[in-house]
């Protein structure tokens, strides 16, 4: 599990080294701002996040996949929605270091025991 765990981590560096190198070319052209996740998935991978929303929004999300409940959907346009609004270069960067830590942290464990 610890391998697995650093792996994500490392895929995470990856993410996270080229948003910031999207943020230099942005801030080179003169713009003010982040990339932003939403930004990044969409420019590269649009089908893919029109169909992770219709997923979400039919099957996931309780409101939607249970009429009991009667209420509107609210596991992607307030949650996951602003999850894509975060910087990604940051963002990813804090996950490569939660996963990495946490892979090695298990691989720790392992050998003391």
Known sequence: MGRILIT???????ISVFSIYLDVLLHLNGN???????????????????IAEAIVSRYIDPCSSLEIFNCSGFVWHPIISTFLGFPSGLTFGIL????VYLGTKKRRI???N
């Open 8 to 14: 994500l981590g490392l895929v995470f560096f990856g």
């Open 32 to 50: 003010l701002g982040y990339t932003q996740i939403g930004q990044i998935w969409y420019k590269y991978a649009p089908n893919s996040l029109q």
């Open 96 to 99: 490569t270091v939660l996963f």
């Open 110 to 112: 392992n050998k003391i």
